[in-house]
């Protein structure tokens, strides 16, 4: 296992204190990121990972960290970016737009980080006026369709956005024959962002949504909300809850219809915390979780390799980890690209190393040594080609996943690019 630092956050309460305190310091950060800062040199190197360590998302972060801790491994034992073995610093967000922003700027102030992973979720719009003020590129992997015609450069999203995932919720409904949805969502605004997606592609593809009830989070009953969806004789609900919500929606779907019918949800539905607090066995017999998954080839054969020598064999990957490997092995190669850790010449070369033409490669030490080469490489990752948009998106496929009684969970079907290309509305 590598170290990786920790850095404390500080409450909502000291908010005020920490921006007076570490407004000169991150003002700082910025100048010196205007400068031209060799990439050579002594010392380690320091890459910023923000994200949920605490509260109802925390998994989410820690598919993020776990990602970030493969890539580090790959990396420092191909020599290190201009010979500098890479460090990890963490800081917390707790999922809270308000508790993002004093993590940002404590983490800046306490480390000279050359690049941010993360964070999910709605907090990146809170965090992004203090990444462009820094310069200081970001791979962030929220899937807000806020961020679909993105104009911030140092923002690069390497996730689908939720809009590609909602048409493959769509998509796998339609596949299994399912004609008559219902939309299930908390309050969450990240979780309502969906609604729109799904109900285009469904009515896209001939069906209809009979019912769209929204709840609020973690209450004792949703009795009345439940027997609602049961009224209206859907033969699918689309979902994403907390896991808190969920347990107690699950209880109530099985006291009042047996959990008749089945729910296809996120990325959410997917993590631990939530299969765990619905029970494992409900999920497997009534959840299919849909989510960007990795291709097959050489990318995922690395990241695997490099995952159980980093975790052990016998260790399944969070899922979404593997973005997070490809945020890290991308901005190391776009610093060796640059040959500067200084953040404006890092974000110009991001395209040179990730977009065609170039030679493909699949491991940060084969693009490394095409690199040093001279060659222009197009990286592959294990998340999908990452090639970026005009408003610095990925696009990729997405699986269907059921998770086992062991709590696995499992793919059991793909649905390509092309396939969701074809059913966007």
Excluded at 82 to 96: F, N
Excluded at 400 to 414: I, S, T
Aim: aromatic fraction near 8%; glycine fraction near 8%; proline fraction near 4%.
């Amino acid at each position: 296992m590598s170290v990786t630092k920790t850095i404390a956050q500080g409450n909502r309460h000291g908010f005020l204190r920490i921006v007076a305190g570490c407004l000169v310091l991150v003002l700082a950060l910025a100048a010196c990121g205007t400068s031209s800062t060799p990439a050579g040199g002594s010392g380690p190197m320091t890459m910023g990972v923000l994200s949920c360590f605490t509260g109802t998302l925390a998994s989410l972060g820690q598919a993020m960290l776990q990602g970030s801790q493969v890539a580090q491994k790959a990396i420092n034992e191909a020599g290190g970016i201009h010979g500098r073995q890479l460090t990890l610093a963490h800081a917390d967000t707790q999922c809270d737009e308000a508790d993002s922003v004093p993590a940002l700027r404590q983490l800046l102030a306490a480390q000279n980080v050359v690049g941010i992973i993360g964070p999910e979720t709605q907090e990146i719009s809170a965090d992004a006026p203090i990444i462009t003020s820094a310069k200081i590129p970001d791979e962030f992997q929220g899937g807000s369709t806020l961020f679909d015609h993105n104009s911030n450069t140092w923002l690069w999203r390497d996730s689908p956005s939720d809009s590609q995932l909602g048409v493959a919720m769509a998509l796998y409904a339609h596949k299994k024959g399912y004609h008559n949805a219902a939309l299930l969502f908390y309050s969450d605004i990240a979780a309502q962002t969906f609604a729109k997606p799904i109900t285009a592609t469904w009515q896209k593809l001939g069906h209809q949504i009979v019912s769209n009830i929204t709840v609020a989070p973690d209450q004792t009953s949703y009795r009345t909300q439940v027997q609602q969806v049961i009224n209206a004789h859907p033969d699918v609900i689309f979902t994403q809850t907390d896991a808190a919500t969920a347990a107690v929606l699950f209880q109530n779907f099985k006291e009042l219809d047996n959990l008749a019918i089945p729910f296809v949800g996120t990325d959410v539905t997917g993590v631990d915390q939530y299969l765990k607090a619905v029970t494992y066995a409900a999920a497997n017999a009534h959840l299919i979780s849909v989510y960007g998954t990795s291709v097959t080839g050489q990318a995922t054969d690395g990241f695997n390799q490099f995952f159980a020598a980093q975790f052990g064999s016998t260790a399944q990957p969070l899922a979404n980890a593997n973005y997070a490997y490809d945020a890290v092995i991308s901005l190391a190669l776009a610093i060796d690209k640059a040959g500067s850790t200084a953040g404006p010449a890092i974000n110009a070369a991001m395209t040179a190393v990730t977009n065609p033409p170039g030679t493909q490669c699949y491991t940060y030490k084969d693009c490394l040594k095409l690199l040093n080469a001279g060659s222009k490489i197009n990286y592959e990752g294990a998340s999908g080609d990452l090639n970026y948009n005009q408003h610095n998106n990925v696009f990729g496929p997405y699986g269907a996943f059921q998770v086992n009684l062991k709590g696995q969970e499992q793919q059991v079907k793909l649905l390509s690019a092309s396939e969701l290309a074809a059913a966007t509305p």
